[in-house]
């Protein structure tokens, strides 16, 4: 088993930045992969970004590259997504997901409300 708590939602205009982090306890994490996926009103959850838990490969979605970075801190064990020149269409509630592929997760977090206003 794998608990994810998310942090760092909240309200920003757009042009503006917020940083969430993922917290992740329980089994080892040799062999996952971290994502970050989210679900606007009225849409289906979309995948956002992953990074491997021992790899420096990251994975971006097309609406996000160059806008958005996913990061680590394995002493943490906490993961990151930095959300920069952010836009009204960014709003929604993000997800952390963990699992042993990009995008195939098998654990969720309780996922955080991101809004972003004109």
């Known amino acids: 088993q794998v608990q994810l708590v998310e942090s760092g939602g909240g309200s920003v205009q757009a042009g503006g930045s917020l940083r969430l982090s993922c917290a992740a306890s329980?089994?080892?994490?040799?062999?996952?992969?971290l994502n970050w996926f989210r679900q606007a009103p009225g849409k289906e959850r979309e995948f956002v970004a992953a990074i491997g838990w021992n790899s420096s490969n990251r994975y971006y979605a097309a609406p996000v590259k160059g806008r958005f970075t996913i990061s680590r801190d394995s002493a943490k064990n906490t993961v990151y997504l930095q959300m920069n020149s952010l836009k009204p269409e960014d709003t929604a509630v993000y997800y952390c997901a963990a699992g042993v592929g990009v995008a195939r997760p098998d654990y969720w977090g309780q996922g955080t409300q991101v809004t972003v206003s004109s």
């Open positions: 329980g089994r080892t994490f040799n062999n996952i992969v």
